[in-house]
């Protein structure tokens, strides 16, 4: 079975290194680019509130599971 992603999916990140082994959602797909903007749940800089938003490949992260509240599929 091929895994998609959808927006709003819960992932691990594996690259960067600065972010490995965290946890993230999917907020939306980089026209063009084959990429995905994933929002860290926690930030690893602690001394910011900002959220950390990733521009990953899918190779990069690892999906945990597939939100389902959307009917539009990306991937």
């Known amino acids: 079975m091929v895994e998609i992603i959808e ?10 290194k600065y972010a490995l082994k965290f946890h993230g959602i999917v907020e939306a797909p980089e026209d063009k680019a084959r990429r995905w903007i994933i929002r860290l749940i926690n930030n690893p800089f602690s001394n910011s509130r900002e959220p950390l938003l990733l521009s990953l490949k899918e190779s990069e ?15």
Not at 7 to 16: D, E, F, H
């Open 7 to 16: 927006i709003g999916s819960l992932v691990k990140i594996l690259y960067p």
């Open 61 to 75: 992260i690892e999906l945990i599971s597939v939100y389902s509240g959307l009917k539009q599929r990306w991937g």
